[in-house]
Nanobody, 114 residues
Framework: HVQLVESGGGLVQAGGSLRLSCAGSGTMFRFTRMAWYRQAAGKQRELVASIISGGSTTYADSVKGRFTISRDNAKNTVYLQMNSLTPEDKAVYYC????????WGQGTQVTVSS
């Protein structure tokens, strides 16, 4: 069955960078859409960035110019490069993938100290 495994979260100082990775397994087909969501304490989960198999991307206004989503279709892997992090970026980041179903990773914590 399909699994998404995230890595790359952690603690970073404000202004620093982190790179998240999410590797999909359990399918030989390419995900049509892959995305990153985040959920801060006491808030609803929100879309951070998404990328479709053709490469088109979308970003939340709050991360435009700071975050970059990319994917390796051959590996069914999606990445999120996060630069200029602020304490407002602190959240659990979840990977999402879609192809004839909606799949979620277990989440990875990102903490930004001021």
């Amino acid at each position: 069955h399909v699994q998404l495994v995230e890595s790359g979260g952690g603690l970073v100082q404000a202004g620093g960078s982190l790179r998240l990775s999410c590797a999909g397994s359990g399918t030989m087909f390419r995900f049509t859409r892959m995305a990153w969501y985040r959920q801060a304490a006491g808030k609803q989960r929100e879309l951070v960035a998404s990328i479709i198999s053709g490469g088109s991307t979308t970003y939340a206004d709050s991360v435009k110019g700071r975050f970059t989503i990319s994917r390796d279709n051959a590996k069914n892997t999606v990445y999120l490069q996060m630069n200029s992090l602020t304490p407002e970026d602190k959240a659990v980041y979840y990977c999402n993938a879609q192809r004839k179903g909606d799949y979620w990773g277990q989440g990875t914590q990102v903490t930004v100290s001021s």
